[in-house]
């Protein structure tokens, strides 16, 4: 899982190796060198400048996108086959925002990984997802590939939510978008 906020879920007082290799420990079983080569993988998978010099910094020795991408490799670490992302582009500018994404599209692509997102910021939404589902009050009212959600919503809440988007045209119903 990769939380909103890396500096909350990265250890403050504990190198950013120690926290890699610790989940490769304990899940994997690799130790020493073998634990440490497989860090230094995973920080240049995330495109974390100099890796090995990273694997003996802190948290706070990194950007905020460069702590999310660290993030980003602890939760890749045990080799998932999902990776759940809340809202990881909150407190990004928008340009260390589009690296984000980029890096989980790739990622899932690559490793054949599916990336769960969590979002209510449609716009990343609209980046990165191939099918999304819209929730209300905690149930999932539309579920829908990318394309035709935007095209063609069916729930009214949907249809609430894109044409609250910057110049949006969703004021028609679904049979008139459809018709564009």
Same mark, same amino acid.
């Given at each position: =899982?990769?939380?909103?906020?890396? @500096?909350? @879920?990265? *250890?403050?007082?504990?190198? !950013?190796?120690?926290?890699?290799?610790?989940? =490769?420990? !304990?899940h994997l079983g690799l130790k020493g060198a073998a634990a440490r080569e497989r860090a230094v993988e995973l920080l240049?998978?995330?495109q974390v400048p100099n890796p090995a010099e990273a694997l003996k910094r802190y948290p706070h020795q990194f950007s905020g996108g460069q702590r999310q991408r660290i993030a980003i490799a602890c939760a %890749?670490?045990?080799?998932?086959?999902?990776?759940?992302?809340?809202?990881?582009?909150?407190?990004?500018?928008?340009?260390?925002?589009? #690296?984000i994404l980029k890096l989980l599209r790739d990622l899932a692509i690559e490793r054949n990984l599916a990336? &769960?997102?969590?979002? *209510?910021?449609? #716009? !990343? =939404? @609209?980046?990165?997802?191939?099918?999304?589902a819209v929730m209300k009050d #905690?149930?999932? !009212?539309? &579920?829908?590939?990318?394309?035709? %959600?935007?095209?063609?919503?069916? *729930?009214?809440?949907?249809?609430?939510? %894109?044409?609250?988007?910057?110049g949006s045209r969703i004021d028609e119903s679904p049979e008139e978008a459809a018709d564009e």
């Open positions: =899982m990769v939380f909103q906020d890396p @500096s909350a @879920s990265l *250890h403050p007082q504990l190198p !950013v190796g120690r926290q890699l290799t610790d989940h =490769m420990r !304990v240049q998978t995330v %890749l670490a045990c080799d998932p086959e999902v990776l759940l992302a809340d809202e990881p582009t909150t407190a990004l500018d928008v340009t260390v925002q589009a #690296g990336v &769960l997102l969590v979002t *209510h910021d449609l #716009g !990343v =939404m @609209s980046a990165i997802a191939d099918t999304v #905690g149930r999932i !009212v539309e &579920l829908a590939d990318r394309e035709t %959600l935007f095209r063609a919503p069916q *729930h009214e809440y949907t249809r609430m939510l %894109l044409a609250a988007l910057p």
